[in-house]
């Protein structure tokens, strides 16, 4: 997959792009976890969330952070990385000028960065958050949530706790009705679903839950 650098706020932000063969495919953006431990866009969960809209058709790009790999600048605890997610995103829509549908899919920090996102852009349409850390970061700008998505978490997980997920749900639901949220759980699973089967259920979630709302998508339009 082509190798790209996007001009970013703080200099050139290094990422892999896959573009989709139908005109006016959906597109995607995904979000690597903490590149203070070690997060890239090469990590296990972030590249195959990437390989999985990619198969369903999306154009889609992942990218490093500033700071990381060969993206320049230095780590800002996350107004700087919103911003590259930003910067991230033009780019992605200028070269998918007609595309039916935006997403942004994250892995934990990455989740929080792209919840953010979302509060900021209108044209995204739906997410996938792996892990929200919402134990470790405020999410109450989640006021309210514009879209539905996906959350997935391991209840075993000992980054996350999945006690704050739990009741992040209950406030997405709490704003947009028993449908706001899609929560799956993943009996027995850490923060990086390393056990076997693990990764490829939560991918099995991901993928149906592309399906379903893209087939809701269609129909409204």
Same mark, same amino acid.
């Given at each position: 997959m082509?190798?790209?650098?996007?001009t970013?706020?703080?200099?050139?932000?290094?990422?892999?792009?896959k573009?989709?063969?139908?005109?006016? /495919?959906?597109?995607?953006?995904?979000?690597?976890?903490?590149?203070?431990?070690?997060?890239?866009?090469?990590?296990?969960?972030?590249?195959?969330?990437?390989?999985?809209?990619?198969?369903?058709?999306?154009?889609?790009?992942?990218?490093?952070?500033?700071?990381?790999?060969r993206?320049?600048?230095?780590?800002?605890?996350?107004?700087?990385?919103?911003?590259?997610?930003?910067?991230?995103?033009?780019?992605?829509?200028?070269v998918?000028?007609?595309?039916?549908?935006?997403?942004?899919?994250?892995? /934990?920090?990455?989740?929080?960065?792209?919840?953010?996102?979302?509060?900021?852009?209108?044209?995204?349409?739906?997410?996938?958050?792996?892990?929200?850390?919402?134990?470790?970061?405020?999410?109450?700008?989640?006021?309210?949530?514009?879209?539905?998505?996906?959350?997935?978490?391991?209840?075993?997980?000992?980054?996350?706790?999945?006690?704050?997920?739990?009741?992040?749900?209950?406030?997405?639901?709490?704003?947009?009705?028993?449908?706001?949220?899609?929560?799956?759980?993943?009996?027995g699973?850490?923060?990086?679903?390393?056990?076997?089967?693990?990764?490829?259920?939560?991918?099995?979630?991901?993928?149906?839950?592309?399906?379903?709302?893209?087939?809701?998508?269609?129909?409204?339009?």
């Amino acid at each position: 997959m082509p190798e790209i650098m996007i001009t970013g706020p703080a200099g050139r932000l290094e990422g892999r792009y896959k573009h989709a063969k139908i005109p006016g /495919s959906p597109i995607a953006l995904i979000l690597h976890p903490n590149p203070q431990r070690g997060g890239t866009m090469n990590n296990k969960i972030s590249y195959s969330l990437f390989q999985t809209f990619a198969e369903r058709g999306f154009s889609t790009l992942r990218f490093n952070f500033r700071g990381v790999g060969r993206s320049q600048g230095e780590f800002s605890h996350g107004e700087g990385e919103l911003s590259d997610a930003a910067s991230a995103l033009d780019w992605l829509q200028s070269v998918n000028p007609g595309a039916s549908s935006v997403w942004v899919g994250g892995f /934990s920090f990455g989740s929080w960065i792209g919840m953010q996102l979302l509060m900021r852009r209108p044209e995204i349409d739906g997410y996938v958050s792996i892990a929200p850390p919402a134990n470790i970061y405020d999410f109450n700008f989640l006021a309210p949530c514009p879209n539905e998505g996906l959350i997935v978490q391991g209840d075993n997980d000992q980054v996350v706790a999945i006690d704050s997920v739990n009741k992040l749900c209950d406030k997405l639901r709490d704003q947009r009705g028993p449908n706001g949220v899609d929560y799956k759980v993943i009996p027995g699973a850490g923060h990086f679903f390393n056990k076997p089967g693990e990764t490829e259920l939560m991918l099995k979630y991901v993928s149906e839950y592309i399906s379903q709302a893209m087939n809701a998508q269609e129909a409204a339009a």
